[in-house]
């Protein structure tokens, strides 16, 4: 039985709307299927300017993670800002992983997750335009040219379009394929593209 999963999604400032929007509609259709996720936001402040200029309202409380639960970061505009989250935030990023806690990432999420020192020894990708900087992080196991990787509980899309494949290969890893081509169906979107470097 899969089990039940909080789906927490970070937003930064200048975030990126569909790296927040993808991840966000595969788990909700999921639940709305019946599997057990349950989505939410969180931001420090109370609204975001995301970097197509949509303000974001979010919450600034973050309920109790427990390690089955998912930890999203989406990407933003790397250029407008090297840190586009606060200490609080990290905080909360490292206490997750201190429990062994999921985490998953969109594009320059995993720019995030190597400046706290959480991909040590661990396969990652990111927006080919900015695998140079992620190469930049001590024992970083970059993987170029695919579209996710997966290396025990750190999951690394590469941009937008490859955030709903990995969102949609950890929903068949917990439910199955049908389930997952049921989304993919609905989203109008290939329930599976070669080049994701995937967990068992």
Not at 58 to 78: F, H, M, R, T
Not at 148 to 172: K, M, P, Q, R
Request: glycine share 8%; proline share 4%.
């Amino acid at each position: 039985m899969a089990p039940h999963r909080q789906i927490v999604i970070m937003i930064p400032e200048h975030a990126q709307l569909m790296d927040i929007a993808g991840p966000a509609q595969v788990f909700t259709h999921a639940a709305e299927a019946g599997a057990s996720y349950e989505v939410s936001f969180y931001s420090e402040a109370a609204q975001v300017t995301s970097h197509q200029g949509l303000h974001v309202a979010s919450c600034s409380n973050i309920p109790e993670l427990a390690p089955q639960d998912i930890l999203i970061i989406s990407g933003w505009k790397v250029q407008k800002t090297v840190r586009p989250l606060g200490a609080t935030a990290e905080q909360i990023i490292r206490e997750h992983a201190q429990h062994e806690g999921q985490i998953m990432s969109v594009c320059a999420g995993a720019l995030i997750w190597g400046r706290l020192g959480l991909l040590a020894k661990k396969k990652s990708t990111t927006h080919h335009d900015l695998v140079g900087e992620l190469e930049k992080f001590a024992e970083v196991e970059v993987v170029r040219d695919v579209l996710y990787t997966c290396d025990g509980a750190i999951h690394t899309s590469a941009e937008i379009s490859s955030g709903i494949d990995l969102a949609l290969h950890l929903v068949d890893l917990d439910a199955g394929p049908a389930l997952a081509a049921q989304i993919a169906r609905t989203m109008v979107v290939p329930a599976w593209r070669p080049g994701g470097l995937r967990c068992q």
